[in-house]
């Protein structure tokens, strides 16, 4: 295996000498346990720990290694070794941290392909769909949606579903799948290409970690079946593992994601309700807030039905949700400033009349 089975580039490369980093190895995380980290290079994985400088000097949990980062490490025993830098990320999927005002939750770093994947028995949920669609337009990531068990509905419903789609979402790839009859499956594996990562989103029990199984056509990832009295999938995937599939592409299983909460994610939200966007620069006024404004060209387009309502609502949360967010982060740096400020006084005081 070669560095670049595993997605590197010349441009980590040029990172690499840029850092002056070239004194050390580089490899790839593919798993993280607990602030362990299981990195991978050309001839072996190695358990590795992060040193205490780059433990330190973080300002936050995004500072850390994630899986799909590469790193730059030293090897101290045969299959141990320590990381001393991450290299720039060229991608990175995040969302709100659950339960942390202001705070990002890293899901995984250095992303090609987003694969979205919902079951459209129980979980199919339009207004999901966008907040994923938005995540990864935020980051820059390509999306792709799977509407997985399409063998637990009549054809005639899927039919339904794939027109609500089509209707409510524009120029993103949608494939369906049975992972219990393999319908669909060719199609999908087909689509993947060498040395590109794709990364699987999704909540828990939508058939992710079946779907990696087959795609590595061995049993990797640990699967489940469904809870008959929750209808809710059990959870079989407990940490981010990174793959190398038989042909050459990369696969990243994540553990299901029940809370899609938005950061700083103005350009997805315009990316993912581009005609609103667009029909935005026809309003009267410049900071439309597309609520209570009169000649608002968007509340017009809702009214006739141009833009559905449903839509426009899940538009205009997002956006709140957004602004939560930002004003959060920009309170907590204010906190932050303040508290520092104090402490520099309390020193000076403590040099001008101290013994």
């Known amino acids: 295996?070669?560095?670049?089975?595993?997605?590197?580039?010349?441009?980590?490369?040029?990172?690499?000498?840029?850092?002056?980093?070239?004194?050390?190895?580089?490899g790839r995380v593919i798993a993280e346990h607990k602030e362990r980290y299981i990195v991978k290079n050309a001839q072996k994985e190695f358990d590795s720990e992060i040193i205490g400088n780059l433990r330190y000097t973080a300002t936050s949990r995004t500072d850390f290694p994630a899986v799909g980062d590469w790193v730059a490490f030293s090897q101290y025993n045969d299959d141990e070794a320590l990381i001393h830098a991450v290299l720039p990320r060229k991608t990175v999927i995040e969302r709100q941290a659950v339960g942390k005002k202001g705070e990002k939750q890293l899901i995984a770093t250095n992303i090609d392909y987003a694969f979205i994947v919902q079951a459209v028995d129980s979980d199919f949920n339009i207004n999901r769909i966008e907040r994923y669609l938005t995540i990864c337009h935020s980051s820059k990531v390509s999306p792709i949606i799977i509407l997985n068990k399409i063998d637990l509905i009549e054809a005639s419903e899927l039919k339904e579903i794939l027109h609500k789609v089509n209707e409510r979402i524009k120029d993103i790839p949608v494939f369906t799948l049975s992972n219990e009859t393999l319908e669909g499956f060719e199609a999908i594996k087909n689509s993947i290409l060498k040395s590109k990562t794709y990364c699987l989103l999704g909540s828990s029990g939508v058939g992710k970690s079946t779907l990696s199984n087959l795609l590595l056509n061995k049993q990797i990832m640990k699967t489940s079946a469904i809870s008959n009295s929750t209808n809710k999938g059990k959870h079989t995937t407990s940490h981010r593992e990174l793959l190398v599939l038989e042909n050459g592409g990369i696969i990243i299983d994540n553990p299901g994601i029940r809370e899609v909460g938005l950061t700083d994610s103005s350009n997805g939200i315009e990316t993912t309700f581009d005609t609103i966007t667009n029909l935005s620069e026809q309003c009267k006024f410049k900071d439309c807030t597309h609520t209570t404004e009169t000649n608002c060209a968007v509340i017009d387009a809702v009214k006739n039905g141009v833009i559905d309502e449903t839509t426009y609502q899940n538009f205009l949360r997002m956006g709140r949700e957004k602004e939560h967010f930002e004003s959060t982060v920009a309170e907590k740096r204010k906190k932050g400033k303040a508290f520092k400020k104090m402490v520099k006084n309390m020193k000076s005081n403590h040099s001008k009349y101290g013994n």
């Open 1 to 26: 295996m070669k560095l670049e089975d595993l997605g590197y580039t010349n441009e980590w490369e040029d990172h690499r000498k840029q850092l002056n980093l070239d004194a050390f190895d580089v």
